[in-house]
């Protein structure tokens, strides 16, 4: 007689985890404002009782999930900054990995969670902290080329907004819109302006 299989029980953390997950692939689906809590739970095949047993609410819901997948990515970028071998090629790292592809579903989510901001508290304070955390990035990178000799920049935060805000534009448009932009052309913008505010060649980034 063969022994049942000791199942080990998920622990908080891990079904709040699993459920945001979930969540993050209806939200590239449907939309924030589409998605509903019996559309997540149906993805878990579990009762929306227990996504409200985690979560108090679809709006805190919808906000944890969007501050789970941006975390990630930021994790996944900071231990990729880690093996550049100097500032200027760990700037075009940054650069590189906040541009989108035509098609990424990630940007998506990126661009509704805006929209959503409007009409979700918990979802503006979350994509605040996020976009802010965004430009200190940028900065942090140009205050160590700065102490590395390899920029000059009066401004460090000015360019930091100025470089963020650029980037997160005419991404907008690469997401969106067809034939606007192309990826290639955006980053070649991109370079071209933060070379000019750090003192470097456009070609330095090559």
Do not use: M, N
């Given at each position: 007689m063969s022994r049942p299989v000791n199942m080990r029980r998920q622990t908080v953390e891990e079904r709040r985890a699993e459920i945001l997950e979930a969540?993050?692939?209806?939200?590239?689906?449907?939309?924030f404002a589409g998605t509903r809590v019996a559309d997540v739970a149906n993805k878990l095949n579990v009762s929306t009782g227990l996504i409200h047993y985690h979560f108090e609410s679809?709006?805190?819901?919808?906000?944890?999930?969007?501050a789970y997948a941006a975390r990630k990515e930021m994790e996944s970028l900071e231990e990729d900054l880690a093996s550049v071998p100097n500032v200027v090629a760990k700037f075009d790292r940054v650069l590189q990995n906040y541009i989108p592809d035509h098609d990424e579903v990630d940007w998506l989510m990126w661009i509704d969670s805006w929209g959503e901001a409007l009409r979700n508290p918990q979802m503006r304070t979350i994509s605040?902290?996020?976009d802010i955390q965004s430009t200190d990035l940028i900065e942090r990178v140009i205050d160590e080329g700065i102490a590395a000799g390899e920029f000059t920049c009066g401004d460090p935060h000015g360019t930091?907004?100025?470089?963020?805000?650029?980037?997160?534009g005419l991404s907008v448009q690469l997401t969106i819109h067809d034939k606007?932009?192309?990826?290639k052309e955006l980053l070649a913008h991109a370079r071209r302006i933060a070379a000019a505010e750090l003192g470097i060649s456009p070609t330095d980034f090559h």
């Open positions: 969540t993050c692939d209806v939200v590239i689906e449907r939309g679809k709006e805190q819901l919808l906000a944890e999930a969007f605040q902290e996020l930091a907004l100025c470089i963020a805000g650029l980037v997160d606007v932009i192309s990826r």
